[in-house]
Antibody, heavy 126, light 111 residues
């Protein structure tokens, strides 16, 4: 059974960098069939996909246009985890952040957001 | 960018009665494979979202058969044949065709 455990500070000052980590159990961050995603949720923006990383003989990443240039999602194979860094945060970045595994469901070759972390409320405030 | 529009945004339902949620996309979600790339998720109170329906009409593992998904192209519907108290939550449609855009959510509550 895959489990995702998030960690990181719940309060970040404006202009600083938001950093969260997602520990993976029951799977490998280097798995060739899944992607590792970050999604956030706020009252003003709803559920918003931020980006993902994945391994297919080498590492790839992809980011939402809304945060491109400020976001980095990186794997850490030694700890079997992946992380989110969002720089130059403003109060608009206040949200619950989720790490999410996208993998094949049952016998289909279609990836779904099947496993979610518990969510971390990050407040951007001085 | 694809825009996902749900209606209604609030849905009070009497237990045992049916419920229906509409989701419309600004672009067709019909993939070249012939499948509709549209998923439904539910977020129950205090929980992370969880998968309900994938590829428009396939129930995820463990989802009761009172839930069904239908539609094609740009118009999709989630139906609950007989609402139960445990179905309370916010229901989201999502397109994985482009950039994983979610609808605004429909809050189902028990009358």
């Amino acid at each position: 059974q895959v489990q995702l455990q998030q960690s990181g500070p719940g309060l970040v000052k404006p202009s600083q960098t938001l950093s969260l980590t997602c520990d993976i159990s029951g799977d490998s961050v280097s798995s060739n069939s899944v992607t590792w995603n970050w999604i956030r949720q706020s009252p003003s923006r709803g559920l918003e996909w931020l980006g993902r990383t994945w391994y297919r003989s080498k590492w790839y990443d992809e980011y939402a246009v809304s945060v491109k240039g400020r976001i980095t999602i990186k794997p850490d194979t030694s700890k079997n985890q992946f992380s989110l860094q969002l720089s130059s945060v403003t109060p608009e970045d206040t949200a619950v952040y989720y790490c999410v595994r996208a993998g094949y469901h049952d016998s289909s070759d279609y990836r779904v957001f099947g496993y979610w972390g518990q969510g971390t409320l990050v407040t951007v405030s001085s | 960018d694809i825009v996902m529009t749900q209606s209604p945004l609030s849905l009070p339902v009497t237990p045992g009665e049916p419920a229906s949620i509409s989701c419309r996309s600004s672009q067709s979600l019909l993939h070249s494979t012939g499948y509709n790339y549209l998923d439904w998720y539910v977020q129950k109170p205090g929980q992370s979202p969880q998968l309900l329906i994938y590829l428009g009409s396939n129930r995820a593992s463990g989802v009761p058969d009172r839930f069904s998904g239908s539609g094609s192209g740009t118009d999709f519907t989630l139906k609950i044949s007989r609402v139960e108290a445990e179905d309370v939550g916010v229901y989201y449609c999502m397109e994985p065709l482009q950039k994983y855009t979610f609808g605004q959510g429909t809050r189902l509550e028990i009358k």
